[in-house]
């Protein structure tokens, strides 16, 4: 059975750094999309990065672009994402699923989701 475990949250201040990871089992990298999630309180969760399974390419919301970077190691079948120049927006509930290969999906298209990382930035 797929399970995903994310790890890597904290506090942090502002202009600091972090790396979640996700750390998944009972899948194929070549089978789905991996995309990282955030939610706010009050908030939508909304979409913040994706790895397609197709060729490996990388997309960014255009609030982290540039501070957030995607990475796989296949053999420990383990994504990360590496967070740089952190901001007090940036507070939230980080959350790894799985989606459709060519990360066109939304979150009601995620078909996986691990419990989530608290990330929490001091100003």
């Known amino acids: 059975d797929v399970q995903l475990v994310e790890s890597g949250g904290g506090l942090v201040q502002a202009g600091g750094s972090l790396r979640l990871s996700c750390a998944a089992s009972?899948?194929?990298?070549?089978?789905?999309?991996i995309t990282w999630f955030r939610q706010a309180p009050g908030k939508e969760r909304d979409g913040v990065a994706c790895?397609?399974?197709?060729?490996?390419?990388?997309y960014y919301h255009s609030s982290v672009t540039g501070r957030f970077t995607l990475s796989t190691d296949n053999d420990k079948n383990t994504v990360y994402l590496q967070m740089n120049n952190l901001k007090s927006e940036d507070t939230a509930v980080y959350y790894c699923?799985?989606?459709?290969?060519?990360?066109?999906?939304?979150?009601?298209?995620?078909?996986?989701w691990g419990k989530g990382t608290l990330v929490t930035v001091s100003s």
């Open positions: 790895i397609s399974s197709s060729d490996g390419s990388t």
């Open positions: 699923a799985l989606g459709p290969g060519d990360c066109s999906g939304t979150r009601s298209d995620m078909d996986y």
């Open positions: 009972g899948f194929s990298f070549d089978d789905y999309g």
